[in-house]
């Protein structure tokens, strides 16, 4: 089975998480999976260009669309937040009048969008497209005895009028793939709850009681790790863990996983050709059960 996608990376891929790019390169191409960067698009704007500038937000997504759609593929995200921006706008431009309007602005910025590209996460295509049987086929390092606990973050999920994918509030596929994996998930109210990350420039401490009160009821649960589709949740939850530890006033060293990072592992990918030593909290006692 061939697939083919127009990857779209974000700005967090390319940027702050390169581990998630080269984890990401590494599963598609154990997998068979061919993947065109598309090296021209923008931001998507994170949802926070559009709480201003709606239709500006829409023309830079309408933009990004159209570069996966002038090569004929439909788009694969590797960011939740990216997901939830881009299928909304991916909804809105279905509609003909909308669709013009917007094409006027980006005419001369890109080209024309005419609404057959559609966006897809690496989550979602591991299900739809490669399957579950066929990823549990291609397993070769079972990650039996592991623990993992989702994180799903927001965008990915709600509002589900634009994803419709998941249940937005009992979702499963996280759960799905880590049991492909051989992994056992982790059931935490947590999993659905936000990283923080939204309010974390401005409300620093709440944003830090979200993440370690997150991080801290996966650990009491048994957690091993997370595991997230979203490098602005990874961020939250990884990059910023020592401060949500001073804020808890307790330790938490818990790994986080990018889910190319996770993916990679079970299918004997090595430990540093998908990023793995990058990651800010220590995933070395992850790697260690599966050396």
Known sequence: MSLKYAYYTGCAAKGVCPELHESTLAVAKALGVELVELTASSCCGAGVIGELEHDTQLAMNARNLAQAEHLGLDMMTVCGTCQGVLSRAHKELSDTATRERINEVIADAGGIYLGRATPKHLL?????????????????????GLKVGPFYGCYILRPSDYLSFDDPYNPKSLEQVIRALGAEPVDYSGRTKCCGFPIVLEQEQNAMRMVGTNLLEAQDKGADCLVTPCPLCHMNLDIYQGRAEKEMQRPI???ILHLPQLVGLALGLRPAALGLQRNMVDTSPVIAQFA
């Open 124 to 144: 979602w295509m591991l299900i739809q497209d490669v399957g579950l049987a066929r990823l549990e086929q291609r397993v070769v390092r079972p990650l039996k």
């Open 253 to 255: 060293g818990m790994p």
